[in-house]
């Protein structure tokens, strides 16, 4: 196999991984999205972002994207007062996880567009590797 397709398909498939791990994090986030803290005025889950990073492949030198440190997402949880909620604080406040759902599915199109445009580089280089092998067997 040319360097060049190895190249591709090594590069390609490492953006397949780091989108998979970027929307297993976005669900994450959307499944907890609406969950309050185990005990009275306590924290609830806090939204986590995705971070990239590139990395040298030395065995085709060439850099490829991996997931980076997932990190907290910083910003303010919701606060709604409910003083029958069983998670609410001595005021009668409960906080809920800073995830916005909207800003999280519009992340998830982003992560499977990106996901979707790797796939079509490895089926390309698919094609092109079978052409190739096609004109050399004639």
Do not use: W
């Not at 986590?48 to 030395?58: C, K, M, P, S, Y």
């Not at 609410?88 to 445009?117: I, W």
């Amino acid at each position: 196999m040319s360097m060049d397709f190895m190249k591709s398909l090594t590069i390609a498939a490492s953006g397949l991984r780091a989108q998979m791990g970027r929307m297993r994090i976005i669900t994450e986030n959307i499944a907890n999205a609406d969950s309050v803290a185990t005990t009275p005025g306590g924290d609830p889950y806090r939204r986590r972002i995705v971070t990239f990073t590139d990395e040298l492949d030395r065995s085709i030198g060439a850099d490829v994207v991996t997931l980076g440190r997932v990190q907290p997402d910083p910003s303010d949880f919701l606060v709604r007062h409910e003083p029958g909620n069983p998670a609410a604080n001595a005021q009668g406040d409960v906080k809920y996880p800073n995830v916005n759902t909207l800003v999280e599915l519009t992340d998830l199109r982003d992560a499977q567009r990106s996901y979707e445009a790797n796939l079509n580089v490895v089926t390309a280089t698919r094609k092109m590797l079978q052409l190739t092998i096609d004109i050399l067997k004639s």
